[in-house]
């Protein structure tokens, strides 16, 4: 069975909102890509992230976007010393309603190998989207730029 996770977290605004936190390439890069995100995301396309405190920009493909409700990525896996080769994995975000007015988003990312790249590859992945909640829910909620120096 191949490596994979799930995260939540709820955000005190509503879900049209939140999604285009995500799928805005200026709000993303307002709190998570710290070095810009370029093209929104859409159905087909592919964009770019870029994080200063990774090395070098990420082309990201866009499989499938519902407007307000689910996103789904496709990218390279992170670790490129595994023997097999470099293989993608599959990011699902889906954006639901509460009834108190926040939403919750879940981030699924599945398709590690089960190798020692694989596995740190998850974890590292698990934690870089947990940060990105986070980080969102701090922007969207009162405008602070968490992630900025926090890992560098």
Known sequence: MAYEFTVKGRIAKPVHEVFE?????????AYFTTGGAQGRLQTGATV???FHDFPGAFPVHVVEVVPDRKIVLRWDAAPDDDPAGLYQTTVTMLFEGLEDGRTLVTIHEGGFRETDAGRKGAFGNCEGWTGMLCAMRIWKEHGIRFREGFYK
């Open 48 to 50: 770019t992230w870029d």
């Open 21 to 29: 936190a995500v799928a805005d390439p200026g709000e993303l890069s």
